[in-house]
């Protein structure tokens, strides 16, 4: 680990006291507001974290972890939040949580009260758009981080994830092998792992079926139940007329069944539907949604026992550890047949 920041580094780069310095990384009023905002610019320009616990308990162990993720609404990150919750427990550590919507300043906050009240560790899923730089600063101020669902280019850290593209490839070649040949994929973006991931997946899978890949077919955007409904327009509109849909998550599959359904035709039987992590829901919707299982449970634990361990002193090798998703196949995908016009 880098050494922390000290005030007196900042004193000595600015030509003050060091006393000024802490009162005005404090906001007191004893120091000018001018002044107040060159030195907290100069903290953030040197990476410096202002810690609230007091200097006898710096070395110490809070047995707190942060976890941040984008929505824990959304069944796939609260499943991942249960098993590192459970392992957590284990160890005597609790958790503070945030979502950061895919908003990096809200993320940024969060990690940096989260080094202020000295938490031991990071969990997250970093939100579109997250700098390198806010990830190293964490590292440097000596709070280890490990990566959940996206990785980060440029970050050499321990990521758990699934194997998005070999899990997107698994559904699109079961529709294929029931005879479905014009296919659609339905939400996602290009602008997470995850989403570039899950896409190249579908891709491939057509591209070995000696399937031409027609972006038109794409319908990207949707990652929630509501987004899947309002997709079903778009998709039912497609002059190819797809008879099967590729879907992002299980969220915007089952969306997508009640959009398809409320035009008056009948999913799983006129339009085959794959959802994706194998959520609860997947199983009771109806049709009984096929989907892959992203395995969030070992997602969860394994990221969980990873930090863990790096505190312990041991260091988990960086890099991408990829966890194998499986196929669950249920009511929603039938063999191909031809959808009158």
């Known amino acids: 680990m880098a050494q922390k920041i000290k005030l007196s580094t900042i004193a000595d780069s ?10 005005a990384l404090r906001d007191s009023p004893l120091v000018a507001v001018d002044t107040r905002e060159k030195i907290k610019e100069q903290a ?3 990476g410096y974290i202002y810690n ?9 162990r809070s047995g707190i972890i942060g976890v941040v993720v984008h929505d824990v609404m959304n069944p796939f990150y609260g ?8 392992e957590l427990d284990r160890s005597s550590h609790t958790f503070i949580l945030s979502n950061h919507y895919d908003s990096v300043e809200k993320q940024r906050t969060f990690l940096e009260t989260l080094l202020q009240l000295g938490g031991d560790g990071v969990i997250m899923s970093p939100a579109i758009g997250t700098p390198v730089e806010d990830i190293r600063l964490v590292e440097q101020n000596g709070m280890p981080a490990v990566l959940v669902a996206r990785t980060l280019d440029g970050v050499e850290l321990p990521t758990y994830r699934g194997d998005d593209s070999y899990g997107i490839s698994l559904a699109t070649n079961h529709l294929i092998g029931l005879g479905h040949r014009v296919i659609a994929m339905i939400g996602g973006t290009d602008q997470t792992s995850t989403g570039r991931d ?8 057509l591209r070995k079926a000696n399937i031409e890949v027609d ?3 794409r319908i990207p955007g949707p990652r929630t139940m509501q987004g899947g409904f309002e997709a079903a327009v ?4 497609l002059p190819q007329k797809p008879t099967a849909a590729v879907c992002w998550n299980d969220l915007v599959a089952i969306g997508l069944m009640n959009g398809i359904a409320r035009a008056g035709l009948i999913p799983g039987q006129d339009i085959s539907v ?4 194998d959520l609860e829901q997947a199983s009771i919707s109806t049709p009984s949604l096929t989907t892959v299982s992203n395995q969030q449970a070992d997602v969860g634990r394994l990221a969980a026992r990873a930090l863990l361990d790096r505190l312990a002193g041991s260091h988990e090798p960086d890099g991408i550890h990829l966890i194998k998703p499986e196929m669950r196949i249920r009511q929603s995908t039938t063999p191909y047949r031809p959808r009158s016009s």
């Not at 794959?274 to 992590?277: F, H, P």
């Open 52 to 60: 609230r616990r007091a200097a006898s308990l710096r070395t110490s």
């Open 14 to 23: 600015l030509g003050l006291s060091t006393a000024t310095i802490s009162l």
């Open 44 to 46: 953030r320009a040197l």
């Open 274 to 277: 794959t959802g994706y992590d």
């Open 198 to 205: 899950r896409y190249q997946g579908y891709v491939n899978a």
């Open 234 to 237: 778009n998709f039912l509109s």
């Open 79 to 86: 499943e991942i939040l249960k098993a590192i919750e459970s």
């Open 215 to 217: 972006p038109n077919l």
